[in-house]
């Protein structure tokens, strides 16, 4: 981890800049990064791609006033909101598959692995670009969800121009930002980017604040028309309580109030820290063929004390007193170090009447993951006895905060280094004008290896697995803006942990089909895919009574659905942003849930999946005079009711957010801005774990903001 002190100057200097708005193009196969082909992609254009692929461009997370990942869920189709660690880091589920939930869920920046390890909650200040992969492709980038992939690219220097802008925010419960991006072309072959923020955050929840920094500079040197190389750092630092949400009383929500916090704020923030870094070489080779190096290195820290509900009915008094809350006391310490390295070909080979886009690429990584923490648990309650010290209890509805009682048993002191390799291959066939076959494959070695975290690194557990994941797609295109397709493929995901005999877990794998169509003109984008998808060697609780505590790889799923969406760019300067997707997931298999031991049964939901979703946001523009322009806008989000505890009947309400906006510009160079989110002060439930975890939405939240370019 690199010395705090020696990078605050640096963010202060540049804490008061705002990211530039790098627009996507209206016809959504133009667009590229610049200055470098992106990995794992080759030179197909996206709507040319026989999958579900939605963009969302730096435009609109302006709208929307993008500053957490998270709000990704409010705009993206079949994207849903899961378990986020008490806030410490970004989870969700495409199309009712969320992953390994020991982990944030699997994020791809610039084509390598970003969301893996403990980087908090992911900030969007240098973000230039979301896509949202959705379907069978997991033969390209491996290792992931059947869902689909989420893949950010960056903001990155562009040689030629000088140009930024500076801005900052202000908001509901003190929450103060600064945002900052500044792009220096230093000569034709060279430029140097800086963005950051800086952001001071209180909170609807009582006693919760954050402080957190980010920067991250990049350089792009072309010393020829025929060759580029770029380098990007990923810093941030980020301080904020451990907040495992609210309670539910008898499975019902709203007796407790939303601003309660059941911690300890003597407990104070856990700290995390990243420090990464990203290179790549692009080198042409003539005609249209590319070779593209790429390398990854990506540090994170996650340390701190929490405060968290226990879950075992055998020492929680709250289900018998309905106010005493016991609670396990827990210190953490979870570092992990990811290195990664690539090397692809792409380029084009005429065979006949046959074109063939052709991409064939070779990539490792080594992934340590080093966990320590200890507890303190409550001891065990009969039902009518006075609660003590003991139990590490709070009154729900009166807090008096000041128990921390010292966390001494150790249950977690685990080194684990997951190294592997993969080679990949695809080629999409246009036969004539109309019709585009792509197929491809990847072949996966894993080798996981676990042991004790101190001392030397002896591994206890050495195992290998070999997998291959095909995949072939097919689009048809009706009319020059009107395609079908239809795809298949095959994926697998390892588990992370052991056995009761300490052996890993077999792999999760997966399959998935999809069939769909889209139109794509200037005016208008939309979508409409169907798909499902099934899932075995889920981890579920180990049937053998005398293996209590342990899991096994016995579960299986399926999810099954329909998703929309359109884009529209209306005369007027009318914009209009839509989605839609019905999940229908579901366990497949007998078996109990690992956590809790309770049974499921075939056709039991997954948690925290709702059946339906939807979003719409439309803005309107008026010109005034010759330089000035108003915007104003609405937009509405709903989610269905879902499964709030896995193997019961515990479900979160449905919900209803509107948002409300207006931006004016009195020129070209400055923006204000207003923003309310939830304008109708709904009381509603991102997500839960259990009854005794659930986490609360934001009240009405109102930000101002204001911006210079230059």
Known sequence: MIDRSAIKPVLLATAALLSTPVFAADDPSSIVVTGQRQAYRGDVPVKELPQTIQLIDAKMMDVVNMTKM?????????????????????????????????????????????????????????????????????????????????????????????????????????????????NLGISDKLAIRVNGAMEDAGSFRNTVKSHKEVINPSILWQPSDKTSLSYEMEYVALATPFDRGIVAINGQLGAVSRNTFLGEPGDGPTRVKVFGHQSQLQQKLGGDWVAILGFGLRETSMIGFSEDAELATGRQPFFSTGTMLARQRRFRDFRTRNITGRAEISGRITTGPILHHVMLGADMDEFDINTWQTRY???????????????????????????????????????????????????????????????????????????????????????VKERFSPTVGLLYDMTPRMGLYAAWGNGFRPNSGQDFYGQPFAPETSKSYEVGARYTSKVISASLAVFTMTKANVLTQDPDPSHQGFSIAGGSARSTGVEAGVDAHLPGQIEVHGTYAYTDAHWTSTSKDFNFGLAINPGSKLINIPAHTANLLVTKGFDLGEKGKVTVGAGVNYVSSRLGETATSFILPAYTLTRALMTYEPTKRIRLGVDVTNLFDVTWYASSYSTLWVAPGAPRTITGRISYAF
Not at 162 to 181: C, H, M, N, V
């Open 70 to 182: 998270e709000a990704i869920t409010d705009i993206a189709s079949g994207v849903v909101r899961q378990n986020n660690f008490g806030g410490l880091w970004d989870s969700f589920a495409i199309r009712g598959f969320a992953g390994d939930e020991n982990f944030p869920s699997g994020v791809l920046v610039n084509g390598f692995n970003g969301g893996r390890g403990y980087g908090g909650a992911r900030d969007a200040s240098n973000v230039e670009t979301i896509e949202v992969l959705k379907g069978p492709n997991g033969a390209v980038f491996g290792r992931g969800e059947p869902g689909g992939t989420i893949n950010i690219i960056t903001k990155k220097a562009k040689i030629g121009n000088t140009f930024g802008k500076i801005g900052a925010q202000a908001g509901s419960f003190d929450t103060y930002r600064g945002e900052g991006d500044i």
């Open 377 to 463: 648990r409550p001891v065990a309650y009969t039902a009518g006895n006075p609660v003590t010290t003991a139990s590490n209890a709070i009154n729900v509805f009166a807090p008096v905060y000041g128990q921390m009682p010292t966390p001494t048993a150790t249950v977690l002191n685990s080194l684990e280094k997951q190294k592997s390799w993969g080679i990949y291959f695809q080629d999409q066939m246009d036969i004539g004008e109309k019709v585009k076959i792509r197929f491809g494959g990847r072949f996966d070695h894993f080798n996981q290896l676990i042991g004790a975290r101190v001392g030397s690194f002896n591994p206890t557990v050495n195992t």
